[in-house]
């Protein structure tokens, strides 16, 4: 009989962990609530504002993980915005459906935001659409007519520990992602969709934030695909695809005399289909405290881009606030290593410093770059440098 004890111990434990991983994602989860047990309607049509903020206030004041379900179907929804802190640092934002806009700009154009998230700890969003309907907006701009700046459709402001995973943003009004002010981001597959000629759609923005990762996303539109500007640091990018748009930017810094600078920045293992730009660094042409450095461009492919690689420090959109002027932002220890592909331009190495803060510190390391299927072209001013490998076009350090 004794002998039948730790056989029966087995059999409990079995059933035990049997039934705890066979169990439903809901079950599984401490506090679950979707946002149609609130009156969120999937039908395109319902203002499903208030829902979404009575689904959050739950999650958020829960002292345990809590889940905020958006099933498959279109939610119409003005801007939102998700405000913390909250007792929960694990709230998982879990999207089946499609997030919809206001067709009229002018509902959320003039707010600046569309679905933000401030002073938030571990908050997860994952997957579905988020449709901005910008066109209307865009159109607007594109006819000198006088039209709001418009609404970044998701922004993370001043949080920690964010992830957002599987997302598709389309057509955003203005910016698709920002993060501004966060600690530890985590950006993967993510999917930006808008039209090459639609205005200051960047990808995805990050500024004053530290400890951010871009991963395996594929981005299309009208500005950069992302942009990096003041106080980035510890930003690693790997993975991305980039087209159309204005490349991957490292700026425009220095558009104000005190300014954080941006450094420890890896880009690495992306390709470049069509767009302006590959992997640029820009700055106003006035004088600044910012700065660039210790940044790398590593493994990228260049198919059929107008500028592969810039350093473009006399920025000065409109000619005004900044002509005859001198760009204060130290550029230093930038290198690019394996960077091929074809050009459209003949110059496809575009170093063009400051006089007054030449570039230095920049390391050519294996690139090749053709222009018509010939090696294409080189330019430099004001930088200094080493080139080692192939370096094609011939290095101008």
């Not at 679905?115 to 571990?122: E, N, Q």
């Not at 087209?243 to 220095?254: K, Q, Y």
């Not at 294409?376 to 076009?393: E, F, I």
Request: hydrophobic content about 35%.
């Amino acid at each position: 009989m004794a002998a039948s004890f730790p056989l029966l111990s087995v059999l409990i434990t079995f059933i035990t962990t049997y039934l705890a991983t066979s169990a439903s994602p809901a079950a599984a989860v401490a506090a679950q609530y979707s946002v149609t047990s609130y009156g969120a309607r999937p039908d395109g049509r319902t203002d499903s504002t208030r829902a979404f903020l009575a689904a959050w206030n739950k999650a958020c004041s829960s002292p345990s993980p809590a889940t905020i379900y958006v099933p498959a179907g279109t939610f119409y929804l003005k801007n939102v915005a998700f405000q913390g802190p909250c007792k929960s640092t694990s709230i998982a934002f879990l999207v089946d459906g499609t997030l919809l806009a206001p067709s009229d700009y002018g509902v959320i154009g003039p707010v600046g935001n569309w679905i933000m998230f401030h002073a938030v700890d571990g908050v997860t969003v994952s997957g579905g659409t988020l449709d901005g309907q910008g066109k209307g907006l865009w159109a607007c701009k594109a006819s000198g007519k006088s039209c709001p700046q418009g609404a970044t459709t998701l922004e993370f402001s001043n949080s920690k520990n964010i992830q957002i995973n599987g997302v598709a943003s389309l057509n955003s009004q203005l910016f698709h992602i920002v993060i501004n002010g966060c600690q530890n981001v985590k950006v993967q597959g993510v999917r930006v969709t808008a039209a090459g000629d639609s205005p200051n759609t960047d990808g995805i923005h990050v500024q004053e934030s530290n400890g951010m990762t871009i991963l395996n996303s594929r981005i299309g539109t009208g500005d950069d695909c992302i942009s990096i500007g003041p106080g980035a640091t510890n930003l690693w990018i790997e993975g991305v695809s980039c087209g159309p748009g204005h490349g991957i930017s490292i700026g425009s810094l220095g558009k104000e005399f005190h300014e954080a600078g941006v450094q420890n920045v890896t880009v690495r293992t992306v390709t470049f289909t069509g767009t302006e730009n590959g992997v640029r660094i820009k700055s106003w042409g006035r004088p600044s405290t910012g700065f660039a450095r210790n940044v790398l461009f590593q493994h990228a492919v260049m198919n059929n881009v107008q500028n592969p690689i810039v350093i473009d420090q006399n920025y000065c959109p409109g000619e005004k606030n900044c002509p005859g002027q001198d760009s204060g932002v130290k550029v230093s220890d930038v290198t690019y290593q394996d960077i091929h592909g074809s050009s459209q331009t003949e110059v496809a190495v575009k170093f063009t410093c400051s006089k007054a803060s030449p570039c230095t510190g920049i390391r050519m390391e294996d690139v090749k770059l053709s222009y018509k299927n010939k090696v294409a072209g080189s330019s430099c001013q004001n930088a200094d440098g080493t080139a080692s490998g192939v370096v094609q076009p011939g290095s101008c350090l």
